[in-house]
T-cell receptor, first 111, second 114 residues
Framework: TQLLEQSPQFLSIQEGENLTVYCNSSSVFSSLQWYRQEPGEGPVLLVTVVTGGEVKKLKRLTFQFGDARKDSSLHITAAQPGDTGLYLCAGRIATGNQFYFGTGTSLTVIP | DSGVTQTPKHLITATGQRVTLRCSPRSGDLSVYWYQQSLDQGLQFLIQYYNGEERAKGNILERFSAQQFPDLHSELNLSSLELGDSALYFC?????????????FGEGSRLTVL
């Protein structure tokens, strides 16, 4: 059983469209990170959110941490082929010493 | 380039065999983590070391063991290999023991057990 469930699992969209990826759990997290992984490479950190309700923007990417710190979302505006990859959320529980990774969302942006 | 080096990149072996995966963390990072990534299980945390000491343990099988050496490089030993052990094994490093900071991942070692 995964602590963090991501949806959708797969997403294929046209260039220029908007999309939202969700990361949900029944557990409360002290912080949550989003990573992006390209084929043949390891995950690379995009953002860390630590406060309930926090919103962070990174160019066309908007990250939100839920008020109860149990969920998060990643919204991409005007997706580009370079956004293609596996998006992973990772949450750290307050008593833990490591991050639990979500199931991942595989995004394909078609030119 | 994350600065984390993993070897070998690819490994093919038979069931029942034993393999060792090696990881060199980023310069200055004291903490090393091992993760297993498979298609049906996602990225699973195996074990964490900090400055040579085991700090946290996740879903690591008894057939697997790891250690971190004085020069901070780490090795993951997988023994009595089974078909289900086929996966990508990632090493990540961070500056501190607490994972509130960024994890820097290597490119992974792809293990195929035949």
């Amino acid at each position: 059983t995964q602590l963090l469930e991501q949806s959708p699992q797969f997403l294929s969209i046209q260039e220029g469209e908007n999309l939202t990826v969700y990361c949900n759990s029944s557990s409360v997290f002290s912080s949550l990170q989003w990573y992006r992984q390209e084929p043949g490479e390891g995950p690379v950190l995009l953002v860390t959110v630590v406060t309930g309700g926090e919103v962070k923007k990174l160019k066309r990417l908007t990250f939100q941490f839920g008020d109860a710190r149990k969920d998060s979302s990643l919204h991409i505006t005007a997706a580009q082929p370079g956004d293609t990859g596996l998006y992973l959320c990772a949450g750290r529980i307050a008593t833990g010493n490591q991050f639990y990774f979500g199931t991942g969302t595989s995004l394909t942006v078609i030119p | 380039d994350s600065g984390v080096t993993q070897t070998p990149k690819h490994l093919i072996t038979a069931t029942g065999q034993r393999v060792t995966l090696r990881c060199s963390p980023r310069s200055g990072d004291l903490s090393v983590y091992w993760y297993q990534q498979s298609l049906d299980q996602g990225l699973q945390f195996l074990i964490q070391y900090y400055n040579g000491e085991e700090r946290a343990k996740g879903n690591i099988l008894e057939r697997f063991s790891a250690q971190q050496f004085p020069d901070l490089h780490s090795e993951l030993n997988l023994s009595s290999l089974e078909l289900g052990d086929s996966a990508l094994y990632f090493c990540a490093s961070s500056v501190t023991a607490s994972t509130t900071g960024e994890l820097f991942f290597g490119e992974g070692s792809r293990l195929t057990v035949l």
